[in-house]
């Protein structure tokens, strides 16, 4: 199991997935000219990262759960779609244990991702964590 690093660009977030911390961080705007090409990379790095985490999780009685933070600044409608893709794997992936907690961030005043967030909250059924940025 690798990290995932990805350097934020104007239109890209930045992601730094640390597995051994347990913490997996977006950051940024979210308006890649291609959401598709840039998001399943995450996505397919999600996907062994819960085989991993599994594994472990049976070989120990109880395991932390990783901390996803959200901190995005802007995402357009379709990299949206890509985010609830990666919400409901979260979810897919908490059905057998508690493996993920979200945590999503927000400005005091940005009252517009903070709405994103709990919409996508609702959409999957799932409690998020809202904290405000600094």
């Known amino acids: ?3 995932l690093n990805i350097e ?3 239109n890209t977030p930045g992601i730094n997935f640390n597995y051994k911390e347990g913490e997996l961080v ?5 308006r890649p000219e291609n ?3 840039f998001f399943k990379p995450l ?10 985490l599994f594994w472990v999780s049976d070989q120990e009685t109880s395991i ?7 901190k995005l600044e802007y995402f357009n409608s379709t990299s949206a779609k890509h985010l609830l893709d990666i919400i ?17 961030w927000h400005d005091e005043f940005d009252a517009d991702i903070k709405e994103s967030g709990e919409e996508f909250a609702d959409l999957a059924g799932m409690d998020f964590t809202f904290n405000q940025n600094d």
């Open 8 to 10: 934020s660009t104007e």
């Open 64 to 70: 932390t759960p990783v901390k996803f933070h959200f």
């Open 1 to 3: 199991m690798e990290d």
């Open 43 to 52: 996505i397919n790095w999600l996907d062994e990262y819960y085989k991993y």
């Open 35 to 37: 959401a598709q090409k």
């Open 26 to 30: 977006i950051t940024g705007d979210a």
């Open 88 to 104: 409901l794997k979260i979810k897919e992936s908490n059905k057998e244990k508690e493996l993920y907690e979200v945590i999503w």
